[in-house]
């Protein structure tokens, strides 16, 4: 055999391992079933949200988006932590995609509700929020009164989930193009 061929031969059978790897059945566990069912009853849901970090407000949006697509019913977000001066016409510019993104999601049904309390904490006042944001009384109180009416709550913290694979295992990451 010529050193060409051993190359092509041993480099096939190294980037063979991982894929390899990959399919075998390492555990003694099995493979996971697959339930991809529809949900067909309604579920009205409230998020519970409390942010330091306002870019959160990405992750929220596309969790909304994606439970929306497959579940039917109503969506109220209740913001009453720092990510209110997000929704202060004064931050416009400053936080306009996260802004944007959000008046979508408005225009799609989700229903965003502000805590008073939280709002004049952060040193705001109502004619200061953006139009599509309905401030309550109380943010833990608007929780408590949806909650009894039936809502679900979710607490919406949410964390990037894209390429966490990589992390034990970069071998497998395929390559940038």
Known sequence: MTLFRHVVVIS?????????????????????????????????????VNYTDPQHLNGLANFITNVNKVVPGKSVVVLHGPEVRVFAKE????????????????????????????????GFESNDIVGFVTIVPAGFAELIDLESKGYQPIVAMVTPVKDSRYLDHPELKPAAK
């Not at 190294?14 to 067909?40: C, E, N, S, W």
């Open 12 to 48: 096939a059978v190294i980037l063979a391992v991982p894929a390899f790897a990959a399919d075998r059945d390492i555990t003694p566990y099995g493979t996971a079933k697959v339930d991809m069912h529809k949900y067909d009853k309604p579920i009205n849901r409230v998020y519970d």
């Open 91 to 122: 931050n416009y510019e400053k936080y306009q995609g996260l802004v944007d993104k959000m008046a979508g999601l408005a225009k799609s049904g989700v229903d965003f509700r502000m805590c008073n309390n939280a709002m004049h904490g952060a």
